[in-house]
């Protein structure tokens, strides 16, 4: 069992960056994949971004590539999310999500979600 809890959102022009941060309780955290996601008013929720549980491999979704950065610090039991350039069409509610077993970019496959944290990014 992981339970998941984000923190880092906010109010910022476009341009600008945010780290948003998930805290994980359980002592298999470590063991966990995670994933990034967001959804946007009116609009399904997608994938942002994913990484394997030991950290070697990422995977970002084509829109935010270049731009933001996920990593993870096992000993604090946190995954964060680097955004940098940040554009208005990146405003949504992201949530970070966990799942056993290797990486996936599939909202359905992931078992464990936060609460999300708002992000909204000004022209």
């Known amino acids: 069992q992981v339970q998941l809890v984000e923190s880092g959102g906010g109010l910022v022009q476009a341009g600008g960056s945010l780290r948003l941060s998930c805290a994980a309780s359980g002592r298999t955290f470590s063991s966990y994949a995670l994933g990034w996601f967001r959804q946007a008013p009116g609009k399904e929720r997608e994938f942002v971004a994913a990484l394997s549980w030991s950290g070697r491999y990422t995977y970002y979704a084509d829109s935010v590539k270049g731009r933001f950065t996920i990593s993870r610090d096992n000993a604090k039991n946190t995954v964060y999310l680097q955004m940098n350039t940040l554009k208005p069409e990146d405003t949504a509610v992201y949530y970070c999500?966990?799942?056993?077993?290797?990486?996936?970019?599939?909202?359905?496959?992931?078992?464990?979600w936060g609460q999300g944290t708002q992000v909204a990014v000004s022209s």
């Open positions: 999500a966990a799942k056993a077993g290797s990486t996936s970019t599939a909202t359905g496959e992931y078992a464990y």
